[in-house]
């Protein structure tokens, strides 16, 4: 019998001895041992230790189980039902053989879940769904697949209303293969060597297999819905003309404005998705490299790709239309990102929407390559416009003359200067970015300046913490994970790090190049109690999570 699935039985098997059950607000179900009311909290018992949740922060609801022996009831009737045996379970009191009945057929169900969910852990075994336009493939959950199936078919079913998603005659015939993959280890793991993603990367389409592939992030799913929708607007815009060479600065405006989406249901429970959303963290850094640029900054850092290092945030002056309209991909990194967003974003938004229906007009124009445009041949056999004549159609679009670059760049500016950012969120945001980049040096500031502002997200002392422990500071990164810790005890991927940098090492493995743990192979046992009971609780609090189990068997 494979490990994994032998584990996953286990746990299966010992679901009756659990005496009671923790249903947190983001949809897990936690079987401690005991849960106790405690002052305004409670306390859960684990297998690897004891949690205090002090004010329920992030507890849907506690049900005590079948160990009453230390219940302490509520009123006499409570006490009556106790001295004659009775259990309280699921919030009603049930006779020994009605509560041993019940225990019975919850745990052929939890056993049947279990084993289906082993079944498809690994790759090869995913589950798959077939939709309209995509064919689903994960290893996550059912639910989750089915969320993101939901999610994507109604995004293109957006994008074909706005647009117009017309594919060639093979490609209707074809639909695209969606890979979402249980865990960032995974996902670096199995994806094409072909593509040369980085360790920074969270999600991609490639057009040469035609498939979209990200993972699901359980500590933050909106992250995921993020890189899910960003990606997809890659394959949809791929659909719209196949052969189209998009220029870098558009194509990533577009994608991030698209992908920047309130996803809400509305009173019918249908799924709605609402694209434009603020993203304070690019509008922090567009603000501060317009105030450099009035200062007489000098240009630094600069260079790399889309998700490489955005160079000296600090002191780079801000970028000039002259300059964003002709940017080459190489020049395109994270800083001129958020100024071909903000550009983006000013035109949707400008005067009440001034700009909108005719970018709208341009956008759908230059993706289906309508006539009158000026199409050059493209190296492979593509088709491009350069960018002399995005910049002449756009302009026409709106309604501009080349003498009103400089007052449209004037607006933008100061439309963005004006846009008012909320205390501490756009540095946590911006910072929580850099770190999932892997740009630690980046990032810490961003962090740093949050915390001292005030922030009471938890997430920034676990960003903070995990950046130190990537880059070497282990012993004041247990600080930071510590209190990230105290602020969200049931947050699985928290004490996960906690763990690792107890240990002084990396929590990252992937054959990418990014940090990884030392190599020092499977065999070798790490002795450490305090680091092996934060990995038992991670285990405990993410059940379902393979890394979190491989990591803790490898304590003594």
Known sequence: MHRHLRFLLLLALAAPASADRILTEDGKVLTPRKAREEGAGYRFTFDNGEILVPDRKGILSVEIEGDMSDYVPKNDDEKKKLAEGYVRYRGKWLSKAAFEAELKREHDKSRERTEELAKHSEWRNAWTRETPHFIFKSNTSPEVLDYYCELLETYYNLMDNRIGINPSPALRRTKMTVNIYKS????????DPRTGIGPSTLGYFWSFDKTLNFFHEYSDPAQSTWVALHECTHLLTYLIEQQY??????????????????????????????PGELQTDRVLTVQQAIKVGKQGGAQTGGGGGQRKSSGGLSDRPDTKLSELFFLSR???????????????????????????????????????????????????????????????????????????????????????????????????????????????????????????????????????GRCKTLSGDAKTAVEDLQKAVSMAPLNAQFRFDLSSAMLGRPSFSGRRGGPRLQSDGEQVKFSNPEAKREAGLASELDPENEFYRQWFERFE
């Open 245 to 274: 060479e998009p220029q870098i600065w558009l194509n990533e405006a577009i994608a991030d404005y698209f992908g920047s989406s309130k996803v809400e249901r509305d009173a019918k429970g249908k799924l709605v998705i609402k």
């Open 330 to 464: 190489d020049a395109f990194d994270g800083f001129q990102y958020a100024h071909a967003w903000s550009f983006v974003y000013f035109l949707n938004n400008f005067e009440n929407g001034k700009y909108q229906k005719n970018f709208n007009r341009f956008f759908k124009g230059l993706y289906t390559l309508e006539k009158g445009i000026e199409v050059e041949p493209a190296p492979g056999g593509d088709k491009m416009v350069s960018p002399e004549n995005i910049r002449k159609f756009l302009f026409a679009r709106l309604g501009l003359k080349d003498k009103d670059q400089e007052q449209l760049e004037k607006d933008w500016k100061t439309y963005i200067e004006n846009i008012p950012i909320m205390g501490p969120e756009a540095r946590l945001k911006r910072g929580l970015y850099h770190m999932r980049m892997f740009e630690f040096e980046e990032a810490l500031p961003d962090l740093n300046a949050a915390i001292a502002e005030g922030s009471q997200d938890p997430r920034a002392w676990w960003a903070r």
């Open 184 to 191: 960032y280890e995974e996902f670096q793991e199995l994806s």
